[in-house]
């Protein structure tokens, strides 16, 4: 089956956390950016990476890489594509683009002329004109035009990768799907630990805990992607990836504690974790953070409190994050702490000094994942 380049984006500082995850799943990494990692692949792997990648937003498989200075050359390159080999005539086609070129002014304008030179190719090679829009859930290609270099992709996930199709009812300080997982592999907790996640809201970071010690495949919460449209999809192949991903799936042998203080989070994240399949190997318990479960094995308490973006939620909430700190030092010891957090101020309230700070953006806010170590006897006694 016929290589091509693959390159999975994602979020600012996603991008060592995603390139370990390739590598587990048995690929070679050939590019690492801020943005994105890109390997060689078929489209075969890009199926098995849309159904186990946990962090990517997105799988794109390269078409061709050309140089164009203008509109009407991009259409000319464009036309040449044989795209009656790769696209249904008959299907629903998206253009989504990334394009920095000072003679594009409007980007609109370059997604409409990638539209026309395929749609036009179509038309002329096979009598038929698809329809096409805005909605990804068909058939979509991606353009990135940057100054004259041009690289056009098949989307093979269509909508992103990013929602792992189990969140119905979304929290009060939401992380998504992907970045929760990306903080959680990005921690230290080995999947045989027990995770303790107060403040647990709608139940993301227990679910992806869960998820991961289970390992559980996400893309298998999901019934189609952009793959699914493109001429050629190897149905068997698809089946097969999945009947693979289910045989790999393993009991979960750690403990999982979910608490919130609020009955209807509890209900909402019960929920979430009923549509991920993983409520079973989850305890939920509705408890002020203070009185949480902290079993005495190792592992990790993992919180994402609130950040206080609006004016007057800082003053009420630095009390909040100075009663974390006072909750880490009695009841945590021999466990590693964790905070994430868009309020670097707030942080300051917990009283306890960092071993690590690792960067993250949700949404556009600057964040941080914050580990404390919570020594059980002193510093000293560790040594």
Known sequence: ??????????PPYIAPVLRQEIENL?????????LDVALEGTKTDCMHLNLHLRTANKVLFLIKSFKANNPDKLYQQLYQVKWEEILDENGYLCITSYVNNEKILNTQF??????DAIVDRLKDKTGIRPDSGPLRDQMVVF?????????????????????????????????????AAATILASNWKPNQVFINPMCGSGTLAIEAACIAANKAPGLNREKFGFHYLKGFDLDAWEKLKEEAIHNEKPIECEIIAGDNSRMAIQAAKQNAEEAGVADAITFEKKDFRDSTIPESDGVVFLNPEYGERLGEEEELANVYSQIGDFFKRDCKGKTGY????NMNLAKKIGLRTKRRIPFMNAKIECRLLEYELYAGTKKDKG
């Open 110 to 115: 370059a997604n409409v002329r990638v539209k």
């Open 1 to 10: 089956m016929e290589k091509s380049k693959i390159v999975l984006p994602c």
């Open 26 to 34: 048995g690929y070679k990494v050939t590019h690492e950016g801020p």
């Open 339 to 342: 905070i994430f957090t868009g």
């Open 143 to 179: 353009l990135h035009w940057m100054e004259d270099q041009v690289s056009i992709y098949l989307d093979t996930s269509g909508e992103t990768i990013s929602k792992h199709g189990y969140r119905k009812i979304p929290g009060k300080a939401p992380m998504n799907e992907s970045l």
